[in-house]
């Protein structure tokens, strides 16, 4: 964050990713819902981005234009503009934006603010990592992964426009790390312990069926591997399906925002956004402790 004035800050952030999706136009769009999320996570607004692109020398420069022009009317969407970016060349396409935005010093949502006794919520379904792996291997057709490329093309914006009119304790979105992942970070950061209840948690239409047959994002073992070794990492309680727990180790691209919000401020926060018809879940709640928790009914 740079603060300007007692009034304004700009924040900046960047990601990019090989394609999740063949169509170019779609992939340019998602990269740069993505790229905007963490804007949108901290209670910020967009303003400007740079485009960052690897593209190969053999394939067709019209498919390198349709995914900038995708990223380009994304940006537009959340009221941003494309300034400008670099482009190398690769073997593999990878397509990103380095996003400029603002937000008023003193209202920055950040992952370590959560405290015992905030309910947890998320905005987005879960499994949109094993639907594209199963696109990649062609075991789905496009009806099927459709569900995960309108999710991943819808911004956060919406639910940050919601969000910002509450009080808004700690905040994060679901990416690369998966849902349990970035819990811990909030966990972490804040010192407190999250329990998840894994009954609650939305997940995308035949994700339950792909990873019970097997097709799993590779990101999704890593996750798993990584944040379940560590100390105060994520515990899973005895009974919970492996296919359930994998889930919640999904690496998700442009996934929901979670927000961790005063318990008694939780029914108010809901209906706002169920008065939009904005998706929202309960999925959990913070108490004293340390570490991610997955378990049963906690809500």
Same mark, same amino acid.
């Given at each position: ?27 340019? %769009? ?45 940006? %537009? ?197 169920? %008065? ?24």
């Amino acid at each position: 964050m740079l603060r300007i004035n007692d009034d304004l800050a700009i924040v900046q952030t960047v990601d990019f990713f090989a394609p999740v999706v063949d169509n170019p136009y779609e992939y340019g %769009a998602i990269a740069a819902a993505n790229s905007m999320s963490d804007v949108f996570a901290m209670g910020g607004r967009v303003t400007m981005g740079l485009n960052i692109a690897a593209f190969p020398d053999d394939l067709d420069i019209g498919i390198l234009s349709e995914i900038f022009r995708g990223g380009a009317d994304k940006l %537009a969407e959340a009221g941003g503009v494309i300034a400008g970016g670099h482009t190398v060349t690769d073997d593999e396409p990878k397509y990103g934006i380095a996003v400029t935005g603002t937000i008023h010093p003193d209202r920055i949502w950040a992952k370590s603010g959560a405290r015992a006794g905030d309910v947890l919520f998320l905005t987005k379904p879960l499994g949109s990592g094993v639907l594209t792996t199963a696109a990649k291997q062609q075991k789905i057709p496009r009806d099927v992964l459709e569900p995960a490329i309108e999710q991943m093309l819808r911004l956060n914006l919406r639910a940050r426009d919601i969000a910002v009119d509450h009080i808004v304790h700690a905040s994060t979105d679901i990416t690369g790390f998966g849902l349990a992942g970035h819990a811990w970070e909030m966990a972490t950061r804040s010192g407190v312990a999250i329990d998840i209840d894994m009954s609650a948690l939305p997940v995308l239409p035949h994700v339950r069926e792909l990873v019970a047959a097997g097709v799993m994002a590779g990101g999704l073992h890593r996750n798993r591997d990584h944040f379940s070794s560590l100390t105060d990492g994520v515990s899973i309680s005895v009974g919970i399906a492996d296919e359930e727990v994998a889930i919640a180790f999904d690496p998700q691209t442009s996934g929901g925002l979670m927000f961790a919000i005063p318990g008694d401020a939780a029914d108010e926060f809901e209906s706002a956004f169920q %008065a939009t018809g904005e998706s929202i879940w309960r999925i959990g709640r913070v108490s004293h402790g340390r570490g991610v928790h997955l378990s049963g009914p906690t809500v």
